[in-house]
């Protein structure tokens, strides 16, 4: 059973940081696409930052470029979001996703439904900046 489990949210104020962590289990494939999305108050969710297993095809929108960072530690399976320079606009509900795709495919990462398999989505961490 694939477990996805977000960690560190929490409340901060303007020009601070946190760093988010998702921890993953029980997820079979060694080639998969890891990701963060976030939905804020009445809003849609939104990609905010995605890397390939591989370590590339990397992605963050254009809201978070430049102050936010995605890495990950494939020995522990663990995603990682340091978000820097925070903002009351990044005030949401912080979701961790994973699905497989190969290397070959991951410049699609998260943009259509992965013909390899499922996506899991983890049950959120909140994230509250305070202005």
């Known amino acids: 059973q694939v477990q996805v489990v977000e960690s560190g949210g929490g409340s901060v104020q303007a020009g601070g940081s946190l760093r988010l962590s998702c921890a993953v289990s029980g997820f079979p494939f060694s080639s998969y696409c890891m990701g963060w999305f976030r939905q804020g108050p009445g809003q849609e969710r939104e990609k905010v930052a995605i890397v390939h297993s591989s370590g590339g095809s990397t992605y963050y929108s254009d809201s978070v470029k430049g102050r936010f960072t995605v890495s990950q530690d494939n020995a522990k399976n663990t995603l990682y979001l340091q978000m820097n320079r925070l903002s009351p606009e990044d005030t949401a509900m912080y979701y961790c996703?994973?699905?497989?795709?190969?290397?070959?495919?991951?410049?699609?990462?998260?943009?259509?439904?992965?013909?390899?398999?499922?996506?899991?989505w983890g049950q959120g961490t909140q994230v509250t900046v305070s202005s």
């Open positions: 996703t994973v699905e497989r795709r190969p290397r070959t495919d991951s410049s699609r990462c998260f943009t259509t439904s992965s013909p390899y398999g499922s996506r899991y």
